[in-house]
């Protein structure tokens, strides 16, 4: 068997999907046109909150430029693409009252692009662009009723009316977890609340229920008809034990990684409910503080039966891995850092990037489809996400191809190595785009796009050569054919 540095050369599966993603306030620009409404991350960037007072007002002009999009995708030999639907340019309030027929042309017109070009959608319902009137009116998804996970499934009704006869693969959130943790623990995406040890809980809450009624609106009412499948999408960094000896570090990365992914893998993928050591540490250091009640709130019987088995396949997006060691003492802050009692580094030997706390870690994503594995079951894996920044935009990004190359490598060890159920793989992007806090400064494009002029100009970047190269062999070149034949007596 390889071991785990050596390169692997091989293929991948026969209908291997192979894809590249963006969100669509990263992408899209046409923030206030054709009756689309404001969302929190208009409204967190046009309060200065992003570097360079950045927004995505413009950002790439994808709602001008899907042709251009597409063009770039065929070029590279994509099957599939990943994109997102913005909810207010649907429903401009979040509700079906103001559903906006401008907006739904919109997708038709790129999802019917799309097919011609014989590209896959790939569609999610909600990458972090909610309708500012939902967390003007309920507080978004700090809510503590039914109701914002209620309109999400009703918002997500309508995309599965409207679309569902050319979509058959949905992603209802992205990366729940960065929502709960920096739109409502540390504040520093939209809407910016403030709640590192409490609202940030409420938010994980409301979005695993609201992932859930929408599986369930799908699974019920247009499975059968329209025979696509949903899940979700969740990021994960791989947790390293510090010195793989140390007991200890081994069940702080078990931790660690319970915490990172468990918390929404665990009700989704296994019974409906939190990781055991998460209710457990949660709950103790609220009893500690003398809390009425854990922070991390409890699901009814009835929700964890609502909420096990929501998905048909598992989203990965995965970037990079920390290393973990266990304190030897409880931390009683209010504050989702330190609910683990674990102490996570980056190792200082890793390759940097562009964004500080993306360091190059290629056997990370192995070590993670294993941990999943392992812990979910043999679910259907699709990488929904992986890729690197700089800061400079080289067309000449040799790191670029490095970091794909060797993460790549990695999934195709833990598909012919492992027997881990990978079934496509997605870079993280298509192009250049609105890094979120970071504006344009962190460039994580196949794709350079040059924002200083109107046309949005895209150009190929030598990584997206050397993708195209990739999915042209649908690997690392065939392994050599060996020849069954004596080879000729001299
Ligand atoms: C993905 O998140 C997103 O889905 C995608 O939209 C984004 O463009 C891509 O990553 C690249 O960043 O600045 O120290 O506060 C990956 C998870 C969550 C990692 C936010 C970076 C910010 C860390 N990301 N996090 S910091």
Request: with cysteine; glycine share 8%; net charge negative.
């Amino acid at each position: 068997l390889p071991m785990l540095d050596d390169f692997y050369y091989g293929t991948f599966p026969d209908d291997f999907a192979w894809s590249s993603a963006t969100a669509a306030y990263q992408v899209e620009g046409a923030w206030n046109l054709d009756g689309k409404g404001p969302s929190i991350w208009d409204t967190h960037s046009h309060n200065g909150k992003i570097d360079n007072n950045d927004t995505g007002d413009i950002a790439c002009d994808s709602y001008h430029k899907y042709h251009e999009d597409i063009k770039l995708m065929k070029d590279m030999k994509m099957t599939h693409y990943r994109f997102s639907i913005s909810w207010p340019r649907i429903l401009p309030d979040g509700t079906a009252q103001s559903f906006n027929r401008m907006g739904v042309d919109y997708y038709n017109n790129l999802i019917n692009s799309l097919l011609a070009a014989n590209i896959t959608p790939m569609v999610t319902l909600y990458h972090w662009d909610l309708p500012q009137t939902l967390q003007d009116k309920y507080r978004g998804w700090a809510n503590e009723t039914e109701t914002v996970s209620d309109l999400f499934a009703e918002y997500a009704r309508i995309c599965f009316r409207e679309f569902g006869n050319r979509v058959k693969f949905w992603i209802t959130l992205n990366e729940p977890r960065v929502v709960a943790t920096q739109g409502y623990g540390d504040g520093h995406m939209a809407p910016g609340i403030v709640g590192p040890g409490t609202t940030t809980y409420v938010a994980a809450h409301n979005l695993i229920k609201a992932h859930a009624k929408a599986y369930h609106i799908y699974d019920e009412e247009f499975r059968q008809t329209q025979k696509g499948q949903i899940g979700i999408t969740l990021n994960f960094d791989w947790h390293e034990p510090k010195n793989m000896e140390d007991p200890n570090d081994l069940v702080a990365s078990e931790i660690g990684n319970q915490f990172w992914l468990g918390q929404y893998a665990n009700p989704v993928y296994v019974n409906g409910d939190y990781p055991d050591i998460m209710k457990y540490k949660i709950g103790n250091k609220s009893l500690h503080l003398n809390y009425s009640r854990s922070r991390l709130p409890e699901f009814t019987d009835h929700e964890k039966n609502f909420i096990k088995g929501t998905s048909d396949f598992f989203g990965l997006n995965f970037y990079t891995s920390n290393v973990v060691t266990l304190k030897s003492t409880p931390s009683y802050k209010v504050d989702y850092n330190e609910d683990p009692d674990i102490t996570s580094t980056k190792d200082p030997t890793w390759i940097g990037s562009g964004s500080p706390w993306l360091k190059v870690t290629p056997w990370g994503l192995r070590k993670a489809l294993n941990w999943i594995r392992n812990h979910y079951g043999d679910v259907p894996v699709y990488i929904t996400e992986n890729g690197v920044s700089d800061r400079n935009g080289s067309l000449q990004d040799n790191h670029r191809i490095y970091y794909y190359k060797h993460y790549i490598n990695n999934v195709l060890k833990a598909i012919k190595v492992d027997g881990v159920k990978v079934k496509g793989y997605t870079a993280w992007s298509l192009m250049d785009n609105f890094e979120w806090m970071r504006g344009y400064t962190e460039r994580f494009g196949l794709h350079y796009v040059d924002f200083s002029n109107p046309n949005r100009t895209r150009t190929p970047k030598a990584s997206a050569h050397f993708m195209k190269d990739l999915i042209v062999h649908n690997g690392f070149f065939p392994e050599p054919k060996l020849s069954t034949e004596q080879p000729p007596l001299i």
